[in-house]
Nanobody, 123 residues
Framework: QLQLVESGGGLVQPGGSLRLSCAASGFTLDYYAIGWFRQAPGKEREGVSC????????YYADSVKGRFTISRDNAKNTVYLQMNSLKPEDTAVYYCAASKRGWGPFPHEYDYWGQGTQVTVSS
């Protein structure tokens, strides 16, 4: 059974850091593009960052550029999202997703999704 499991969310003060993990089971992440998305209450799901399977190219939304870093550890079958200088507007449920069809910041490009992890940035 193909499964993605996110972890690492929590409550953090503004300016703090969190590292989200996306662990895969039932398939090898090496061959998939991986995206991180987030959804805040009342808002649409938005692409935050993604990394290609071929050459490791990355994408970041303007709102997180310079603060978030996506990386993959194929040996651990895991993708990470390091989030620094967190702001209250980063508060959302964060999802990781996998795609063999392409890569980019659009949810419809992804086939497999995790259950999400809550990130709350508040003092």
């Amino acid at each position: 059974q193909l499964q993605l499991v996110e972890s690492g969310g929590g409550l953090v003060q503004p300016g703090g850091s969190l590292r989200l993990s996306c662990a895969a089971s039932g398939f090898t992440l090496d061959y998939y593009a991986i995206g991180w998305f987030r959804q805040a209450p009342g808002k649409e799901r938005e692409g935050v960052s993604c990394i290609s399977s071929s050459d490791g190219s990355t994408y970041y939304a303007d709102s997180v550029k310079g603060r978030f870093t996506i990386s993959r550890d194929n040996a651990k079958n895991t993708v990470y999202l390091q989030m620094n200088s967190l702001k209250p507007e980063d508060t959302a449920v964060y999802y990781c997703a996998a795609s063999k069809r392409g890569w980019g910041p659009f949810p419809h490009e992804y086939d497999y999704w995790g259950q999400g992890t809550q990130v709350t940035v508040s003092s």
